[in-house]
């Protein structure tokens, strides 16, 4: 480690500001982008692990449900009901993992669009004030993605599906292992009446159904498109 110069004082204008020397060199500047850009990658990739184990967990815990609930006719019902509560608690904690990804994910596409494509293709840049956009990320990092939006994002992606087999699995057992009861009847829940139970599942289900496909035309900036043609790539 090189010698600090004894006059070295790190408070001084000089050195408070020197990465503001970047912003004129090119050379400078287009390094430093380099490690910032794989930087921001890594914090995306972390999070994104993050939010694929919650997904395994709610995959796992409806595959167990499922083989427990049919692996002999005796088996209650109501067993498929605290998954519907584990799914609903692993998207709850999805949604904030989600929102938190997108932050560095943005960023990551920010890069992407206005130096490596830029510089592989010089056509321009996609969005001009774009290290303005950067740099106020960057002193006050903020969550672009509103909760209603990423919960629907995560409930299309992967939750809606799971909770639908959950739901339809409940359904199943209900109407063909009754033991020559009415439906009604067979789906209480100790105390609880049938009448009281059904009802509710269905409201949560519809629920979830309008939040999973909300009408408003959602789109994540940088987000992955399907291309109309992609035999170029082939």
């Given at each position: ?29 287009l ?39 049919f ?13 519907v ?11 904030r ?27 321009g840049?996609e ?49 063909v ?9 067979a ?48």
């Amino acid at each position: 480690m090189p010698d600090i110069p004894s006059d070295f004082d790190p408070e001084s204008p000089e050195e408070r500001e020197i990465a503001g020397q970047a912003a004129t060199d090119r050379g400078d500047f287009l390094s430093l982008m380099g490690h910032a850009y794989r930087g921001e990658l890594g914090r995306m990739t972390s999070w994104r692990t993050r939010i694929d184990r919650t997904t395994n967990w709610g995959v796992v815990v409806t595959a167990s449900l499922l083989t427990w609930a049919f692996s002999t006719d005796t088996r209650p019902h109501y067993v498929l009901q605290p998954g519907v509560v584990m799914l609903s608690v692993f998207l709850v904690i999805e949604v904030r993992r989600y929102r938190i990804y997108d932050i560095w994910r943005s960023r990551v596409r920010l890069f992407e669009e206005n130096v490596f494509a830029n510089a592989l293709d010089p056509e321009g840049v996609e969005q001009s004030q774009w290290r303005e956009l950067l740099s106020d990320d960057l002193r006050e990092p903020t969550i672009k993605t509103p909760t209603h939006e990423a919960l629907s994002r995560r409930l299309r992606r992967v939750y809606f599906p799971l909770f639908t087999v959950l739901v339809g699995a409940w359904v199943v057992r209900l109407s063909v292992f009754a033991d020559g009861i009415g439906t009604v009847e067979a789906a209480a829940i100790g105390s609880i009446p049938g009448g009281f139970v059904i009802p509710a599942v269905a409201i949560y289900y519809t629920g979830l159904t309008l939040i999973t496909f909300w009408p408003m035309r959602r789109r994540a900036k940088g987000a992955v498109e399907s291309a109309d043609s992609t035999e170029e790539w082939k």
